[in-house]
């Protein structure tokens, strides 16, 4: 997707699928390359590229983040974290972001319940929530931000809801952040 920041910069954030047989360390290689590649093309027209990590893409588990953050050329990639992606995937976005502070471009803020089983349905490995619901440590990603001096964007995202509206999911996350976290949305 494209977005614009503040400044009127134009990012484009890319993300991947992952195979359906077994990853490869070519398969980080190969990401990374197409990547840099169009991060060069994309710098050329002053559009930033960014790295979405995602559930069911290579960049899944924290090591696969790893992988790719380590192959790609910092120069045309950032990262756009998704926390709750992360989190999923069996990595602490506290210490991602301690990682790749000056290489996140923006971010994801969702959380997440795992398992979770939704009014009337069948028990799934995770889902999405609005923010303070699940088990991402929010108050300590921001501490995190805060150390690392970010300045960037930080996207509320909820990717469905259950047994309330929209508008009132994103409720529930505009008081979690205003209250909870002390920060202005």
Request: net charge neutral.
């Amino acid at each position: 997707s494209v977005q614009t920041d503040a400044s009127d910069r134009v990012n484009l954030q890319v993300t991947d699928a992952r195979p359906k047989r077994e990853v490869t360390a070519a398969d980080f290689k190969r990401l990374a390359y197409v990547m840099t590649e169009l991060g060069k093309r994309t710098a050329d027209i002053g559009i930033t590229l960014s790295y979405h990590n995602h559930m069911n893409s290579l960049g899944e588990a924290p090591q696969e983040v790893d992988a790719i953050m380590d192959a790609v050329d910092p120069r045309y990639v950032k990262l756009e974290l998704d926390v709750a992606h992360y989190q999923q995937g069996g990595g602490d976005p506290v210490k991602a972001i301690d990682k790749y502070a000056q290489r996140i471009l923006f971010l994801h803020l969702k959380d997440v319940v795992s398992p979770f089983t939704p009014p009337g349905a069948e028990s799934r490995p995770y889902e999405f929530v609005e923010l303070g619901r699940g088990k991402v440590d929010l108050p300590n990603v921001f501490a995190a931000l805060d150390r690392a001096g970010y300045k960037g964007w930080a996207i509320i995202e909820l990717d469905r809801v259950y047994g309330r509206t929209p508008k009132e999911a994103a409720a529930i996350s505009k008081q979690f952040v205003e209250k909870t976290l002390k920060r202005k949305v």
